[in-house]
């Protein structure tokens, strides 16, 4: 099951801009994490945000959370060429234990 | 070691075989993962196991697939009478018991293809 939907699919932009991500789920939680992976392999934990949590910070990331709208956002600012690849949202469908991710956002940044 | 660990890296099988695919969870985590991801697609969740509960496998796609997790480590993914839709990277993940946090750690997953 996908507790996760990302939009946009995928998302091109230049090296400098800033790239945002969305991310819905379904049920409630009590936090959410962010994930990035490189090539279809291996993913890495990036951030999380607790669900008393509006908003956090981490070096380059900025994550949002509306636990009323059930959605998320991680905004990558001054993106780096080194930065493409695949971001995806993950939460514990009913606060348990089973980490659902979503479909993932392939972000592409341009040199 | 201090990641988790998978193997094999790759595997190509024929159609109709059965193939194992082994993890290697950090140790002391207690809940561990299976997922599969399609080429350019998202994680599908599989299955997990969480300490000595019952594994939840309510994301097995048919009764080809089974796992078990053997004293609390290592698990062992078993597809059984392979089909080409099930050419995919399967994906392992462990996670630190209650308390210890609420990251997940992936291993760098197994590639399989079935021809």
């Known amino acids: 099951s996908q507790q996760g939907e990302e939009d946009p699919q995928a998302l091109s932009i230049q090296e400098g801009e800033n790239a945002t991500m969305n991310c819905s789920y379904k049920t409630s939680i009590n936090n959410l994490q962010w994930y990035r992976q490189n090539s279809g392999r291996g993913l890495v934990h990036l951030i999380l945000?607790?669900?008393?949590?509006r908003e956090k910070h981490s070096g380059r990331l900025r994550v949002t959370l509306d636990t009323s709208k059930k959605s998320s956002s991680l905004l990558i600012t001054a993106s780096r060429a080194a930065d493409t690849a695949s971001y995806f949202c993950a939460t514990d469908e009913g606060g348990g234990f089973k980490t659902i991710f979503g479909a993932g956002t392939r972000l592409f940044v341009k040199a | 070691g201090a990641g988790v660990s998978q193997s094999p890296s790759n595997k190509v099988t024929e159609k109709g075989k059965d193939v194992e695919l082994r993890c290697d969870p950090i140790?002391?985590?207690?809940?561990l993962y299976w997922y599969r991801q399609s080429l350019g697609q998202g994680l599908e969740f599989l299955i997990y196991?969480?300490?000595?509960?019952?594994?939840?496998k309510s994301g097995l796609p048919s009764d080809r697939f089974s796992a078990e997790r053997t004293g609390g480590s290592v698990s062992t993914l078993t597809i059984q009478r392979t089909q080409q839709e099930d050419s995919a990277v399967y994906l392992c993940?462990?996670?630190?018991?209650?308390?210890?946090?609420?990251?997940?750690?992936f291993g760098e997953g197994s590639w399989l293809t079935v021809v």
């Open positions: 993940a462990s996670r630190p018991p209650t308390g210890g946090g609420n990251t997940i750690y």
């Open positions: 945000i607790r669900s008393n949590e």
């Open positions: 140790s002391g985590h207690t809940a």
């Open positions: 196991f969480q300490g000595n509960s019952a594994p939840d």
